[in-house]
């Protein structure tokens, strides 16, 4: 199964999202992440051994989910061959750093081989994307948007008749 950890968003949160995709459509073309999938990955597991997923669930329990509001406040793009992947990025919060490393260091204990890279929170907006006029900021993001953070859920992604397809497998409350 390949596995990965994620904060969900609300449907309004999801709406403020697509309004950039939207707006990023108008740049160029690319293939934009479908509204049901927009997530926010903190651990990227692989191809994991379904026998292996009460091990995922021990480390998502021990991990304490605290309240927090990520402040949406920046777009930009990693650079790819294909394409690049355009994204939004967040405000700097020690709230979710902590709550990313914290679920890092039981799943390590958990015996999960994780890459070494350093977090780069972000939303997905769109893949091989290829625009024929740079935008500013201001014209994808006008202003920052705000998001609370309900929990943490392990996603199965699958690709069902060729759609990519996450399929939540268990969430992880918030404390409150
Ligand atoms: P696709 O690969 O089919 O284009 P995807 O990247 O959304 O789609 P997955 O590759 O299953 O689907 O990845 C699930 C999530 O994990 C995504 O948020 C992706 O960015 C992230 N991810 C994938 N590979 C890694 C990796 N090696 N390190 C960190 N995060 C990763
Ligand atoms: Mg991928």
Same mark, same amino acid.
Do not use: C
């Given at each position: ?6 904060? /969900?968003? &609300? ?7 697509? &309004? ?14 479908? =509204? /049901? ?15 292996? $997923?009460?091990? $995922? ?7 304490? $989910?605290?309240?927090?509001? #990520? $402040?949406?406040?920046?777009? *930009?793009?990693?650079?790819?061959? *294909? ?12 709230? #979710?750093?902590?709550? =990313? =490393? ?5 799943? #390590? ?31 994808? #993001? ?8 309900? *929990? +943490? ?6 690709? +069902? ?16």
């Amino acid at each position: 199964m390949r596995l990965f950890i994620a904060i /969900e968003f &609300d449907e309004p949160t999801k709406t403020n999202i697509t &309004d950039v995709q939207r707006k990023l459509e108008t740049f160029g073309r690319g293939r934009f992440t479908h =509204q /049901e999938n927009l997530h926010l990955t903190l651990a990227f597991l692989g191809e994991v051994p379904p026998a292996r $997923v009460a091990a $995922v669930r021990r480390a998502m329990d021990r991990t304490a $989910v605290e309240p927090m509001t #990520l $402040v949406f406040d920046r777009t *930009g793009r990693f650079r790819r061959d *294909g394409g690049d992947i355009w994204w939004i990025g967040l405000a700097k919060n020690q709230k #979710l750093s902590d709550l =990313q =490393q914290e679920l890092t260091k039981h799943l #390590l204990e958990e015996d999960f081989a994780l890459e070494k890279r350093p977090f780069t929170p972000h939303i997905t907006l769109a893949r091989q994307v290829r625009l024929t006029t740079q935008p500013a900021q201001r014209d994808l #993001l006008p202003e920052p948007f705000e998001a609370k953070v309900d *929990g +943490i859920t392990l996603m199965l992604s699958e690709r +069902i008749n060729g759609r990519l397809t996450y399929t939540p497998q268990y969430r992880k409350k918030r404390a409150d």
